[in-house]
């Protein structure tokens, strides 16, 4: 079984009990992860899995959960599946996609740590919330009138006709 179907698996089968616990380690482990990458963003970070593992000093299943989490936002995103203890890994992220994903996640612990602030301005951060606000924001598209012509194009009313 690979990496990335043991963290697929740790998800899958978290009960309603020990989902809050995992959750809070999770988190953690990622605060320290994205900490260290924030702190100089254009820095390609680059290691053996289980190197990279030790450094951040966090499981190998919580480890491959950030790679799948921060996989979106990479410059060139990894193969996750192939991923293997002895795998060459990359982590270079696009700091404007990153920012724009933890929104996306409702990801508060993340899009606050105080690294963003040498990285995004206000002003550019903000940019970047309205843009993740736009994308959610749903445009119904207005039906026919029941006076208006019928769209079956048989020229008589709607209410008339299909709308009947």
Same mark, same amino acid.
Request: with cysteine.
């Given at each position: 079984?690979?990496?990335?179907?043991?963290?697929?698996?740790?998800?899958?089968?978290?009960?309603?009990?020990?989902?809050?616990?995992?959750?809070?380690?999770?988190?953690?482990?990622?605060?320290?992860?994205?900490?260290?990458?924030?702190?100089?963003?254009?820095?390609?970070?680059?290691?053996?899995?289980?190197?990279?593992?030790?450094?951040?000093?966090?499981?190998?299943?919580?480890?491959?959960?950030?790679?799948?989490?921060?996989?979106?936002?990479?410059?060139?995103?990894?193969?996750?599946?192939?991923?293997?203890?002895?795998?060459?890994?990359?982590?270079?992220?696009?700091?404007?996609?990153?920012?724009?994903?933890?929104?996306?996640?409702?990801?508060?612990?993340?899009?606050?740590?105080?690294?963003?602030?040498?990285?995004?301005?206000?002003?550019?951060?903000?940019?970047?919330?309205?843009?993740?606000?736009?994308?959610?924001?749903?445009?119904?598209?207005?039906?026919?009138?029941?006076?208006?012509?019928?769209? #079956?194009?048989?020229?008589?009313?709607?209410?008339?006709? #299909?709308?009947?």
């Amino acid at each position: 079984m690979s990496l990335y179907d043991d963290w697929q698996n740790l998800i899958d089968n978290q009960s309603k009990k020990s989902f809050d616990a995992f959750i809070d380690k999770y988190n953690e482990a990622e605060i320290k992860i994205y900490s260290d990458i924030l702190k100089d963003p254009e820095k390609e970070i680059t290691g053996i899995f289980s190197e990279l593992v030790q450094k951040y000093d966090v499981d190998e299943s919580l480890f491959m959960g950030f790679l799948d989490g921060v996989n979106t936002s990479q410059k060139k995103p990894l193969e996750l599946e192939t991923i293997e203890t002895g795998t060459a890994v990359t982590i270079f992220v696009d700091p404007e996609k990153l920012y724009f994903n933890m929104l996306t996640a409702g990801a508060e612990h993340l899009y606050t740590l105080p690294e963003w602030d040498n990285i995004l301005d206000m002003q550019k951060r903000d940019e970047i919330t309205k843009e993740y606000k736009k994308s959610r924001t749903v445009v119904k598209e207005k039906g026919p009138g029941r006076n208006d012509p019928c769209t #079956c194009g048989s020229g008589k009313k709607y209410k008339k006709c #299909c709308g009947a």
